[in-house]
């Protein structure tokens, strides 16, 4: 599987982004799907993944209430709508395929990732 993430960029505080994750394959249903962020001098972490149907989501206390994951398994496409940003958002931001059935935080259960896209919240 090979990810592709794009939709990144320049907000201001309090807007909203959504990023697109493109995946290759036609094994995409299968698989469950993560977000990932990395912000400047800090290590990955966890933001919220979606399992292989959609009907199973999790998030990271941080973003909960403000980010939605969402999936299109005919699309081959695992969305981050973002909202209410703050600059602490600030990130790069990877998309990754586990095939864990359940969504999972665990970084090393991720089998595939993507490249990444960049999100810079302003204050």
């Known amino acids: 599987v090979q990810l592709q993430a794009s939709g990144g960029g320049l907000v201001q505080a309090g807007g909203s982004l959504r990023l697109s994750c493109a995946a290759s394959?036609?094994?995409?249903?299968?698989?469950?799907m993560g977000w990932f962020r990395q912000a400047p001098g800090k290590e990955r972490e966890f933001v919220c993944a979606?399992?292989?149907?959609?009907?199973?989501?999790v998030y990271a206390d941080s973003v909960r209430g403000r980010f939605t994951i969402s999936r299109d398994n005919a699309k081959n496409t695992v969305y981050l709508q973002m909202n209410s940003l703050k600059p602490e958002d600030t990130a790069v931001y990877y998309c990754?395929?586990?095939?864990?059935?359940?969504?999972?935080?665990?970084?090393?259960?991720?089998?595939?990732w993507g490249q990444g896209t960049e999100v810079t919240v302003s204050s």
């Open positions: 979606i399992s292989w149907s959609g009907g199973s989501t």
């Open positions: 394959g036609r094994t995409f249903s299968s698989y469950s």
């Open positions: 990754a395929a586990t095939r864990y059935t359940a969504p999972t935080a665990t970084n090393s259960m991720y089998d595939y």
